[in-house]
């Protein structure tokens, strides 16, 4: 048995608009989730309470709507980064989104190009 699969339409364009708005979703997808963050940990006290001074003194900031786990050889905590890392993380972010979305439409007009010649 012969399964034809036929592909009608246009392929999309390149709109501007909708990068944008995809970009800007992955930027609240960042900054609402511990991609904006990074964990600090330790086997003892001392070495957690190091390493979270350290990071403070770089700018990141302790995350106020995540717990601080303080069980024996497991200390752990979020910290926020500072804004400057924030904005370095959220460009390549936007390149990558990019990236994806002319991979996505190049793909549509490759898949539109052997659909026509299927035809022929």
């Known amino acids: 048995m012969t399964i034809k699969t036929t592909i009608q339409g246009v392929p999309r364009r390149f ?4 990068l ?12 609402k989730t511990t991609q904006c963050m990074e964990i600090v940990r330790g086997d003892i006290a001392y070495i957690f309470f190091c390493a979270m001074l350290e990071k403070a003194a770089e700018g990141y900031v302790l995350a ?4 601080i786990t303080t069980e024996p050889t497991n200390y752990f905590a ?5 804004q400057h890392i924030q904005e370095q993380d959220m ?5 990558e ?7 996505e439409l190049e793909a549509e007009h490759s898949l539109s190009g052997i659909a026509q ?3 022929n």
């Open 78 to 82: 979020w910290m926020v980064k500072p």
């Open 117 to 119: 010649a299927a035809t």
């Open 97 to 103: 989104v990019k990236n994806t979305y002319v991979a």
């Open 15 to 18: 709109n501007e608009k909708e």
């Open 91 to 95: 460009l390549a972010l936007d390149q």
């Open 64 to 67: 106020s709507n995540l717990p």
């Open 20 to 31: 944008k708005q995809r970009q800007e979703d992955y930027r609240n997808v960042y900054q």
